[in-house]
């Protein structure tokens, strides 16, 4: 029986945490009656509820709830600040309070609404953004910069998106508009692979290098870095197969080598743009990992001795690890034939470092988003 009521008592109280933990605990913030009464104390507010909050002007007083219609603004301490409007708001005209997400000449406000969030602009007038008024929204606040109006059609109804077009709009900035994105790339690479002395016990010509001509080809994401203009992460994944061959001859050895490599490449790549014109300048380098799939090697060799030559045939004694890490940086240009379409070619050098080799790559890339 105890342990009956034991469980049933821990239940209600998991339930009243989870309740209150949906609400913002009480922080130390102020409320604004009319444009000028300003009073610092305590607040607690239920984005649920964005109709109404919670006030204390101290601990010992009591608490107190106000309605967006009887305040002008609310805010925490941390600048996170609410301001009262009238809105529709599941299908009612009420007084709401509306999250500030970016101020300034324009504002941009946030509610939680009936089909997700819904956003406001307010400049002269109070406009709530819909799919089918924004770009007409977005082209009257970008009236004077063609370098805004080229790249409208990017800006998505998002908060991240429309947060980085206002703080850009309000401080006068050009940065080039950033936008999530995949699509296809292809990849011709001059891949080099440098074999140390010890790599395997039958190579008798010290350090040597061999070139492979090879093509892979994949799949990208690009994520914007929403806090930080004119960057973004590139996320990449493609396959490739490397062929290296090579003869190395002396008077008393020759080594016929040949070494084939089925890859997957990984990387992710911080990418930097210099400006956000239809053709776009960057520069970019991260971390890739490269896996070996498939590997097989074979040495052929003939020893010459005297007047005589004996033939050895070797297969599988140089093995690469499965897993490559390695660095690679890049330069190139992006290019919108499209307002939401681009294709990118890139020049990039890579470099992948293990204990008894190392494997250099230069490749020249094509990008294109679906």
Known sequence: MNSKISCF???LL???LLGWSSSRAQSRGYIVQGDTVYTDGYIQFDPRKPFQVEYQKSKKNPLETYTAGDLTEFGYSDSTKFVARKVTYFGEMRHVFLKTITGGELNLYAIRGENGKQYYFEKNDFTQLT???LQSNLRQHAANSTFWQRQLPRVRLSEQSLRYYTRNINKGR???MSMFSFGG???????SIQIKTDAFPENGFGDYSITSENVEVGAFVEAPVWDFNNLSIISQLSYGKMDFAAALT????????KLTLDFLRLSVIPRYYFNGNKVSFYAEGGAELLYAVEQSNKVLEAKHKSNTTSLHEYEDIFRLQKANFGVMAGAGLQYFYLPKNYVSLGLSTGHVFAEDYSINNLST???FNL
């Open 9 to 11: 008592t821990l239940s």
């Open 14 to 16: 998991f339930v009243l």
């Open 185 to 191: 790339t292809a990849s011709f690479n001059r891949s």
């Open 131 to 133: 799919k089918e008024n």
């Open 250 to 257: 002396s008077t008393s050895l020759d080594q016929h080598m």
């Open 365 to 367: 890339t094509i990008r």
């Open 174 to 176: 050009n940065a080039r």
